[in-house]
């Protein structure tokens, strides 16, 4: 292996387990299929946003969109230098 291709490695495992880690971090903003089943009861916690929440979706998303673009560069620098 190149060291291009271990660098490339670790920051996506790296970045991954955060991805995964900033999304079970976040409240539930619903209750998935049985609140679609049962009705939903949400009057009560309306417009209930902290400040620590904006920032982990912040932060989620941030995470998500360098996924994605070191994954695409790692996969066109891998197949142009193969």
Do not use: W
């Amino acid at each position: 292996m190149k060291t291009y291709e271990i660098v490339m490695g670790v920051i996506l495992l790296v970045v991954s387990v955060a991805l995964v880690f900033l999304t079970l971090c976040q409240h539930t903003k619903g209750q998935g299929l049985s609140s679609a089943i049962m009705g939903d009861n949400s009057m009560m916690g309306e417009g209930r946003v902290t400040h620590a929440d904006r920032m982990l979706a912040r932060f989620t998303m941030i995470a998500g969109v360098v996924l994605f673009v070191v994954a695409i560069i790692a996969c066109t620098v891998s197949s142009r230098l193969a």
